[in-house]
């Protein structure tokens, strides 16, 4: 794509924000021959908004939704070509093991746990599976202590991604093909005039483009205003680190450990996951939904109070030879839809503006794919995977 004859715009696409999803687009816009410039606040990777915390899971069958799985499947497909073409790991198949206790299947309708979903998702496209029962969970993985009925699903093709390699590969990708990158560039104010888009930057720079893409995460909102700043809630969210018990016969394990996913209540908050032990810790988080916060205010301090809760409230009885006191915490942000489920739609208001964001605490293990699917959207007016599901109209179709 480039811009045609008379156009006032000096680039094809400005991408606002290079979290996960703006590199990935960055990097398949440069790919594709388009005159690009990626901003970003901060010098990303950064550790003040989503994409950071050194993992991130990734899996193929994916319980939130059949939508996303050809997302998945892709992204791994993108990360292992990235993978090729440097001299960082970016994708870690360790395999991804969720467990669900008797409470989570059955205080829910039939075939509504979590890993009810995923076995669907996983029959529906092929992804190749094991289900354990509570004998071979314990033969397997015995750093997990499992009660009797804890059922088990395993995906050996899924495993975990290292966060900020995977940006910097992107970035440095798109760099490669011509992409300008700006970091420290907080943008004001972008719309759309006529045939082209002007960002302008909190400086008074004003850039000209054909076409803009928002990956903006949790600046979304306040940088677009109506709709998305009623629309889309950012959340706190902690990640720990905690130390394996040195000598312990189960260490071993964790070096060698699944990522997992373990829903052991019917209860929103009866939920965590976790990761290998990486340098004798390992790192579990929860979700927490509270009142939403501003993202330039977000409290990031993490006192020992938070790493006490989750392990009391998840990690206690449920994980071996895992020592209580934290080697550290980290806050990141959740900016989320109010049905969880992502916006990658043009603007209602700025058609020349994508808006792609809101990725509601689950988006990094398809942000490669998102990227070039919105690539494709961009410059031959369509993608191969099919985008629909996470289109704007959704809203309106379901208010009163």
Same mark, same amino acid.
């Given at each position: ?8 715009? &000096? ?13 990935? @687009? ?24 989503? %994409?950071?915390? *050194? ?13 996303? !799985? ?22 870690? =198949? ?17 075939? *509504? ?12 496209? $092929? ?47 798109? =760099? ?8 420290? +560039? ?10 082209? &888009?002007?960002? @302008? ?21 306040? /940088? ?10 950012? @959340?706190?969210? !902690? ?7 040195? $000598? ?6 964790? #070096? ?48 020992? %109070? ?8 998840? !990690?206690?009885?449920?994980?071996? %030879? ?14 989320? @839809?109010?049905? #969880? ?32 699917? &919105? ?16 289109? /704007?109209?959704?809203?309106?179709? +379901?208010?009163?």
């Amino acid at each position: 794509m480039r811009v045609g004859r008379g156009s006032n715009a &000096v680039y094809d696409v400005i991408v606002i924000g290079l979290g996960a999803a703006g590199a990935a @687009t960055l990097s398949a816009l440069a790919a594709s021959g388009a005159r690009v410039r990626g901003l970003d606040r901060f010098n990303s990777p950064h550790a003040l908004g989503s %994409s950071h915390g *050194q993992s991130r899971i990734t899996r193929q069958a994916i319980g939130e939704g059949s939508a996303y !799985v050809p997302l998945a499947v892709r992204s791994q497909q993108i990360w292992r070509e990235l993978e090729a073409e440097g001299d960082e790991a970016l994708f870690s =198949q360790v395999g991804c093991l969720i467990l669900s206790d008797p409470e989570d299947r059955n205080e829910r309708p039939p075939g *509504q746990a979590f890993i009810d979903r995923t076995l669907a998702a996983a029959r529906e496209h $092929g992804v190749a599976h094991e289900l354990l029962d509570t004998d071979a969970i314990r033969g397997r993985y015995p750093q997990f202590v499992v009660r009797d009925e804890v059922a088990g699903y395993f995906e050996a093709s899924s495993g975990f991604l290292h966060v900020e390699a995977c940006i910097r590969a992107q970035l440095g990708r798109a =760099q490669r093909a011509g992409a300008e990158v700006s970091s420290l +560039s907080r943008v004001a104010s972008v719309r759309q005039e006529a045939d082209h &888009v002007v960002t @302008t930057l909190a400086d008074g720079e004003k850039l000209l483009s054909q076409r803009a893409v928002v990956s903006a995460g949790a600046w979304t909102a306040s /940088l677009l205003g109506p709709p998305f700043d009623t629309l889309l809630s950012t @959340t706190r969210q !902690v990640m720990h680190w905690f130390p394996t018990a040195a $000598g312990a016969e189960v260490e071993g394990a964790w #070096s060698r450990s699944p990522v997992f996913i373990w829903r052991h209540g019917s209860g929103r908050d009866d939920f965590f996951y976790g990761f290998p032990s990486l340098g004798g810790q390992v790192k579990v988080a929860d979700e927490a939904y509270g009142p939403g916060v501003p993202a330039d205010t977000v409290d990031r301090a993490t006192p020992a %109070s938070d790493s006490r809760r989750m392990f009391d409230a998840h !990690v206690r009885g449920r994980l071996q %030879s895992i020592l209580p006191e934290p080697a550290f915490a980290a806050a990141c942000l959740y900016t989320v @839809t109010p049905d #969880s489920h992502f916006i990658i739609d043009r603007h209602p208001d700025h058609p020349r503006i994508e808006v792609v964001s809101a990725c509601s605490g689950h988006g990094f293990k398809h942000a490669a794919a998102i990227g070039e699917a &919105v690539a494709e959207k961009l410059t031959h007016g369509a993608s191969r995977i099919d985008l629909s599901f996470f289109a /704007l109209s959704r809203f309106a179709e +379901s208010a009163p």
